[in-house]
């Protein structure tokens, strides 16, 4: 199914970032005869959706014809592919042979239905992995988890079905890419629009009707999570820190969250955490359910005294980043691209164990010219680093090396 798509234009990133935008000029000359077509699990929720709202659109300003297309799949079809999220991130986890047929089924479905007519298809995580298989053409496997150690048996009965189809694999970080891709795999890390709602500068007055419409006291301390329901992101560690750090400050506890359509196992894990978190007034769940979007996100950031990640896997990490570009340190564990985000003492820090998150977040309330220096650290590793026109760049280089 097409995603339908707003109109962006790439001229409007001159002020942020000019030199990439003039680079970004000359290398779509070479491409402008091109049909480009991304294949994703969902429009909605979740970190890929967002980087291709923001690329796709760029891509077709540029001059280069960009589609994106969504699998057509019953719910049954993403408690597999959730499964194979997980194996590939490392889980013990099994999969039957009807499972693997309903995978295969899908893939090949979605093949014969989909628009791929292009001169590239660029297909994203494990959702739509098989679909060359069945359909001609150039392909570019885009993997946006942790694969660093994954489920052998999984990896080894699924990735080899399809592996010898594509031109190009790209993984996050180096340490990612695996066997049989080590000569086609290429480092690649995603990006942050720092024009898009969530990432956008909010007058005080949006901020100010935003928090009080979610009843958060900007009087207080604030720490922020965002992260989806998913058990990598170890959120009930998240409500410990808080818990241990709350016998010192009288802070508050934002998890924000969305639903996303194609993760199931989300819904459980919410009324988990939930039950978890009992009570505490202190302790705000703010999701899509209520009402919570790009803006809300962005004022929540954009408020929040620090931001805190206790993922135990995490493929990057783009709300890292997002919440850097507030100008807001990060206390996060040292797991996939945090690392290269967080860069310990210098916007935010990294540790392991809860009580040595909670010590360093006490750090920064404590200390209000330490958490500024950090802020202003955060916004120039962003800026340098993870915003959208140094990804788009990376984008058109590979498929111009594909083509």
């Known amino acids: 199914m097409k995603v339908q798509l707003p109109q962006k234009s790439i001229k409007d990133y001159l002020k942020i970032a000019k030199e990439d935008v003039e680079e970004l000029f000359e290398m779509a000359k070479d491409l402008k005869d091109l049909k480009i077509v991304h294949v994703n699990a969902t429009s909605y929720g979740g970190g890929v959706a967002e980087l291709l709202y923001t690329l796709i659109p760029l891509m077709n300003d540029l001059g280069i014809n960009t589609q994106w297309e969504i699998l057509e799949a019953p719910m049954e079809f993403f408690n597999v592919t959730k499964k194979l999220h997980n194996a590939f991130q490392g889980a013990k986890v099994d999969l039957i042979d009807e499972e693997l047929d309903l ?61 010898d189809k594509y031109s190009k694999a790209l993984f996050h970080l180096e340490e990612y890419i695996q066997k049989p891709f080590e000569q086609i795999a290429i480092e690649f890390p995603p990006s942050i629009d720092p024009l898009s709602h969530k990432n956008k500068k909010l007058s005080k007055d949006q901020i100010q009707k935003i928090a009080k419409r979610y009843n958060i006291d ?25 818990r241990i750090l709350k016998e010192k400050s009288d802070i508050q506890l934002l998890i924000v969250s969305a639903m996303a359509k194609d993760d199931p196992e989300g819904w459980i894990l919410f009324e988990d955490i939930l039950r978890y978190a009992g009570t505490d007034p202190d302790i705000h769940f703010l999701t899509d359910l209520k009402g919570v979007g790009h803006l809300e996100v962005n004022a929540f950031q954009t408020i929040s005294t620090a931001g805190l990640h206790t993922a135990t896997k995490e493929g990057f990490g783009l709300v890292i980043a997002e919440m850097l570009w507030k100008g807001n340190p990060i206390v996060a564990r040292p797991v996939g691209g945090i690392k290269l985000q967080v860069i310990d003492g210098y916007n935010g820090y990294l540790n392991t164990e809860v009580n040595e998150l909670s010590n360093a977040l006490y750090k920064i309330i404590s200390d209000k010219s330490l958490k500024d220096e950090l802020g202003k650290n955060a916004i120039k590793s962003v800026k340098e680093k993870f915003l959208t026109t140094s990804h788009l760049k990376r984008y058109l280089q590979i498929i111009k090396e594909v083509v």
């Open 218 to 242: 900007l009087e207080r301390p604030i720490i922020t999570v965002v992260a989806r329901f998913d058990p990598w992101k170890d959120l009930k560690s998240a409500i410990d820190v808080y």
């Open 103 to 163: 995978y295969v089924k899908i893939n090949k479905e979605n093949a014969k239905n989909l628009d791929l007519d292009a001169d590239v298809i660029i297909i994203h995580d494990p959702q739509p992995y098989l679909i060359p298989i069945f359909k001609e053409g150039k392909y570019i496997w885009r993997c946006h988890i942790d694969t660093s150690t994954p489920n052998k048996k999984i990896w080894n009965k699924i990735i080899p079905m399809a592996c």
